[in-house]
């Protein structure tokens, strides 16, 4: 499942007139490509993208996704669900396991494998996680009844971080109802609260968190560097027309590819809790 249907508000202005997953990486990329490349070169058959905000555009641009090998289908909301809701009117669909993403990753996560992962886990979610640094810029003091007891100048700290993929079991959202609008925050909080606790994913390769403006910035100003880590086996060709106003596809000169929504799906073959047909939702 990917989910694409947030109106990308840090990104404004930007995301005003385009939807945050088709914003253009590079010359001729939209970050929803380069998902939709990553899923297909990973094995997955099919995807389900819900839609929100400019939903139309993630429509025309991705189409039924036969140009990448993918049986695509959406899920539209009348209102926002956040980040878990859209699933919940889902559950008759959903093999045993899946894989939930933000349609506006850059990363080169094995999606398989954080699939194959959570299958193997037991949890009835797991969270794909990467470490991050926060410089504190003052001396830091540890204090005990008034007194100070520790002395650290100027610390790094280290935290894990959700990558804002995951591995989810459908059991998981037995208790909610359609219609719930619901975050992946929450879902942790309840599991937690019920004595479930969700597993990790720990990764370290390549993640970029585009939702800054200077952040998105500077994944187009590397992207030359970066496209052979992201797209390894090679980007598949989907161009777009000139002044389309909902950016039908043509065959023929690119002029800026959009990225697209978040998917859900399952890999073909089984082996990380495919149905049998090898659909992925």
Known sequence: MILAGGKGVRLRPYTTALPKP?????????????????????????????????????????????????????????????????????????????????????????????????????????VATTERVHQIDFGVLDVDAGRIVGFREKPALRYPVSMGAYGMSRTTLTPYPPGLALGIDRLVLDLLAAGEHPATYPFDGFWLDIGRPEDYDEANRTFAQLQPILLPAGPRAVALTVGDPVGALVVGETVGALPVGEAVGTVAGGPVGATATGELV
């Open 22 to 126: 088709l914003m253009p990486i590079g010359d001729s990329h939209s970050i929803l490509q380069i998902v939709l490349d990553q899923l297909a070169s990973r094995g997955f058959t099919s995807v389900t993208l819900a839609i929100n905000h400019l939903g139309p555009l993630i429509r025309a641009f991705v189409g039924d996704g036969r140009r990448w090998g993918l049986a695509i289908d959406y899920v539209e909301e009348d209102r926002p669900l956040s980040t878990v809701g859209p699933l919940f009117g889902l559950k008759d669909r959903l093999p045993d396991h899946f894989l939930v993403m933000n349609g506006d990753l850059l990363t080169d996560l094995d999606y398989a494998d954080l699939l194959r992962a959570h299958t193997r886990s037991g949890a009835g979610l797991t």
